[in-house]
């Protein structure tokens, strides 16, 4: 399997995406998306990253974050995803939720093993990414208007401050 790049150290934010295993809908179970967003809320105290944006979709998570020039993103990004998937498995096993679909090795999966990274140069490209997300529900039917889809910073950005995910905000 080729090795995927990331560049650490540039100073500046980054766009990331990565989709549940086999691009299964299990984001569209509230508890599940609420583990995911503790973990992440989470790794920003530790880590000292911030949250420009986000979008939590049913397959898959996009989120703009701006680490510290000492982070190595990618681990960074595999400890959220290690971490939300043990509390994930955990409360889909306590509950009636859909069981996650199996690896090749037999193990339950959650995410998909890789992640899309993309560092913004600009501040430019970091509002288009922070749009990007706000529009992905629109863009891919599951709303009308942006203002409807609760798991994003979309409504952050537009004064209402009582959110799922509190977030740092993009300053230009």
């Known amino acids: 399997m080729t090795r995927l790049r990331h560049f650490d150290n540039l100073g500046t934010a980054r766009f990331i995406t990565f989709s549940t295993f086999q691009r299964r809908p299990i984001l569209n179970d509230e508890t599940l998306i609420r ?5 992440l809320c ?5 880590h000292s990253i911030q949250i420009l944006g986000y979008v939590i979709m049913p ?13 190595a993103l990618g681990r960074i990004i595999g400890q959220l995803k290690g971490r939300s998937s043990r509390q994930m498995l955990r409360a889909m096993e306590e509950s009636a939720l859909a069981s996650p679909p199996l690896r090749t090795n037999g193990q339950p999966a959650i995410w998909q093993r890789r992640c899309y990274d993309h560092n913004c140069r600009t501040t430019d490209t970091v509002k ?6 706000h529009n992905n529900p629109v863009t891919k039917g599951l709303v009308r208007d942006a203002n409807d889809w609760t798991w994003s910073s979309y409504r952050w950005y537009h004064g209402e401050k009582c959110t ?9």
Do not use: A, M, W
């Not at 583990?35 to 973990?39: G, M, N």
């Not at 989470?42 to 530790?46: I, T």
């Open 35 to 39: 583990i995911f967003l503790r973990e």
């Open 42 to 46: 989470s790794l920003r105290r530790e």
């Open 59 to 71: 397959d898959h998570v996009h989120l703009v974050l701006h680490p510290p020039d000492s982070s």
């Open 128 to 133: 288009e990414k922070i749009n990007y997300c």
């Open 164 to 172: 799922p995910l509190e977030i740092d905000g993009f300053q230009t």
